[in-house]
């Protein structure tokens, strides 16, 4: 089943940091909506990540984003795990290196790295939409290969 309108829009909801991203993510969840929306997130986090940091990157620029990111979030009372923040990313740009951390602690990175570097880039209606559209081509492209 690929990614439908609903998780899309819910999703374009967290990037614009509407509060109705809340309601949308529990009626998704509750309606047995939810297969995909995960692939979806993944699959945005890895674009953004690829955006910001490819086609060339150093251990050392991560290492860099992720400080300078967990220091912009510590006082709002958020403190991200460095290790499975530098890991994800690398994973996202095809780096070979295991992780063992838990699904609440790789989404809860996902969700704060991919609305870091998403507000950063600055982008319009336009551009969340091609972003989106992207995201949602490989998140489609990861979910068929699942069938396969």
Do not use: C, K
């Amino acid at each position: 089943m690929p990614v439908t309108d609903e998780q899309v829009r819910t999703l374009r909801a967290f990037l614009v940091f509407d509060p109705v991203y809340e309601r949308l993510t529990r009626e998704l969840a509750a309606s047995g909506r939810w297969h995909g929306y995960p692939e979806l997130i993944y699959s945005a986090f890895v674009t953004a990540a690829r955006r910001r940091f490819a086609p060339t990157w150093t251990s050392a620029q991560v290492v860099r984003f992720t400080a300078q990111m967990r220091n912009g979030l510590r006082p709002h009372g958020v403190d991200l795990d460095p290790a499975a923040t530098e890991v994800l990313i690398r994973q996202a740009l095809g780096d070979r290196v295991s992780s063992n951390h838990d699904d609440t602690t790789r989404a809860q990175v996902m969700l704060y790295v991919l609305g870091e570097l998403i507000a950063s880039e600055h982008l319009h209606h336009a551009g969340r939409d091609a972003f989106l559209a992207e995201a949602r081509t490989l998140a489609d492209a990861r979910l068929a290969a699942q069938r396969a």
